[in-house]
């Protein structure tokens, strides 16, 4: 239980940071913050959160909670008002917290009441009642309420280890694990050994790649002594991931052990997506097999970078092995990384070297990364390029360049203004995106964003009720947005 005692002031004045939150979602961060000036003046009578508070009562309301919710609703006070809201998410058990929400019966809108009710009654359920948070949560967001479980399971693993013992969900738990494993990798690797005992499906499989990922980074010795235990196709992925975390570690060692595999250059490409420095590769060239020269100049834009093009570039790859087809690729290559620190040089060496793609995309790529930022300079680069047919490319790359940044103009989003132009254009696939973009703004912006919100028509009103839906607890604030609507 929450009391009001003591640290009450301290909780008001912090609550009053998410005001702005109020209208468009639930901003969780799972702590409170000390008041800022800003949210001070927030609390203040005079402040336009300070308006009263607008009544929208649920067509059935419990009686009880409709007498709760008049005592607050006839605070003579805004910090009143706020202050009794706190003390009534502070006293209800919890066994009331799934009425509440769904019924709808916190009827205040308008203010930041609904959402400080909101955020303190979650934080207890999580805390108080996980069960019966996880029971609600995943009937109204299951996305989010994983999430939940995922957090906790870096700082309390038994809690949710218990959780799950009570109610099996393979498919969710083997994501949750893969957080338990950054911080407590044993407990993790205990587990999945269990799981699997019990029998893991093919389904299963979807959600397993998180958790070899870091159970491979934090334990590799211990993830790969039960790599053989698992059934397939987790083995075939647990073993591509902990060679991909072994080639990170030991890149020399690991690397010539493959070599050594008849299936060795065929576990490095299923390895390939789990190497984070690939262009180590580099240090090998003069002992690298024939076929896996092949492999390397197939897919050189895999192997080399802008940091590392230069000595790409200067190497005699012909002298390694390399067929000239295979270092002509290699060469265009590096010298694509080398036009974006140093375009003067690499569109003068462009003629030096042959096209090897058969749609021509070496040139296009040096071109565009010689020009990409650099467009007052373009008729200066242009005349660089020694034949016609380059400098044709050139102005096709130009128009490409001007066609991009025309459009990357039109997304941005910087003012609630912005933002809601693009919510009611954004289909659903872009919700998501301008919803974790509020994450980011300053109280000020949020406040302008809920105050514009209000003085939309209904119908606008709804669409951006409906964007919200989709990116917060079922009901803790969309219902007020549809509501208002």
């Not at 927030?42 to 649920?58: E, N």
Request: include cysteine; hydrophobic fraction near 40%; glycine fraction near 8%.
């Amino acid at each position: 239980m929450i009391t009001m005692t003591g640290t009450f002031g301290m909780r008001v004045a912090s609550l009053a940071a998410c005001l702005a939150m109020a209208v468009i979602g639930w901003k969780a961060t799972g702590r409170f913050t000390d008041t800022s000036p800003h949210d001070r003046e927030m609390l203040s009578p005079h402040s336009r959160s300070a308006r009263a508070a607008v009544p929208l009562r649920p067509a059935q309301t419990d009686p009880a909670a409709a007498r709760k919710m008049d005592r607050i609703r006839n605070a003579e006070t805004p910090a009143d008002r706020l202050r009794a809201a706190v003390g009534l998410a502070s006293s209800l058990p919890t066994s009331e917290f799934a009425a509440w929400l769904d019924g709808g019966w916190f009827d205040l809108r308008g203010g930041p009441e609904l959402m400080v009710f909101t955020r303190i009654i979650m934080e207890r359920w999580i805390q108080e009642d996980l069960e019966g948070f996880a029971r609600w949560g995943f009937k109204n967001n299951p996305w989010k309420t994983t999430s939940v479980l995922a957090s906790l399971a870096k700082t309390e693993p038994g809690r949710v280890l218990a959780y799950f013992n009570q109610h099996p969900n393979n498919q969710v738990e083997l994501g949750v694990l893969a957080d338990m494993a950054i911080n407590h990798p044993t407990l993790a690797l205990q587990r999945l050994q269990e799981l699997s005992e019990a029998g893991l499906s093919e389904r299963d499989f979807h959600n397993s790649g998180d958790l070899f990922e870091n159970l491979a980074e934090k334990s590799p010795a211990a993830f790969g002594a039960i790599i053989n235990s698992l059934d397939e196709p987790m083995r075939t992925r647990a073993e591509q991931i902990l060679i991909g975390q072994n080639l990170n570690n030991s890149h020399a060692g690991e690397i010539r052990r493959l070599w050594e595999r008849p299936d060795g250059l065929a576990i490095y490409r299923s390895a390939y997506h789990h190497i984070k420095e690939k262009g180590r590769i580099f240090e090998e060239l003069a002992n690298l097999p024939a076929d896996w020269r092949a492999f390397v100049a197939s897919n050189p834009r895999g192997f080399i970078d802008e940091a590392s093009a230069e000595k790409w570039w200067n190497t005699d790859l012909a002298a390694l092995g390399f067929t000239e087809l295979d270092e002509a690729r290699i060469h265009n290559t590096a010298l694509a990384g080398i036009a974006v620190k140093d375009p003067e040089r690499a569109l003068k060496l462009m003629a030096s070297i042959n096209e090897t793609h058969p749609h021509g995309d070496d040139h296009w790529i040096i071109i565009e990364n010689s020009l990409t930022g650099r467009l007052d300079r373009t008729e200066e680069f242009i005349a660089l390029l020694e034949s016609e047919a380059d400098r044709a490319l050139a102005r096709k790359v130009l128009g490409r360049i001007a066609e991009n940044t025309a459009e990357k103009a039109g997304r941005v989003v910087e003012t609630p203004e912005q933002w809601l132009e693009q919510a009611f254009d954004t289909g659903a696939g872009g919700r998501w995106g301008l919803l974790t973009m509020l994450t980011s703004w300053d109280p000020v912006r949020l406040s302008e964003l809920s105050d514009q919100f209000h003085t939309l028509p209904d119908d606008r009103k709804r669409q951006v009720a409906e964007i919200m839906a989709g990116g917060v607890y079922g009901r803790d604030v969309s219902p007020p947005l549809v509501g208002e609507a």
